[in-house]
């Protein structure tokens, strides 16, 4: 049985199926890719839509206090969901390797029209 198709947005790569038709994201991975997206681009990224973006490698490393953390990790929610409103943020937990200058990110969601929970990860380097 085919699943149901409520979201959809293009593959970041545009590639081609067997069939030659644009691969496209559906429903829980068009909604995380877009979260992914926007939390690793930063304000200015985007010559058209130099708004866009969280900018989370110019942030990340200065929350150098859980109190500093958890602000962080509450504009993120509310951001994410200002610009994806297809989702709605559950949880969001950071792994911060400060001698590496990375972190990995693990966004849980539910997205609208489905039950479900889901998980987004990326891992970013700061600035």
């Not at 970041?12 to 926007?38: C, H, M």
């Not at 509310?78 to 610009?83: G, K, L, Q, Y």
């Not at 479900?116 to 970013?124: F, M």
């Amino acid at each position: 049985m085919a699943k149901t198709v409520i979201w959809s947005d293009l593959e970041p790569v545009l590639t081609t199926d067997a069939r030659g038709n644009i691969k496209r994201l559906i429903n829980e991975e068009a909604v995380g890719g877009s979260i992914r997206n926007f939390i690793t681009t930063s304000p200015g990224d985007r010559f058209m839509e130099c708004w866009f973006g969280f900018g989370i490698d110019r942030l990340l490393f200065q929350a150098t206090t859980q109190q500093k953390f958890n602000q962080l990790t509450s504009r993120m929610k509310s951001d994410i969901e200002r610009h994806e409103p297809r989702a709605k943020i559950i949880n969001i937990q950071a792994a911060l390797d400060a001698d590496n200058n990375t972190a990995d990110i693990t966004i849980a969601y539910r997205v609208v029209g489905l039950p479900d929970t889901y998980y987004t990860k990326a891992t970013v380097t700061g600035a």
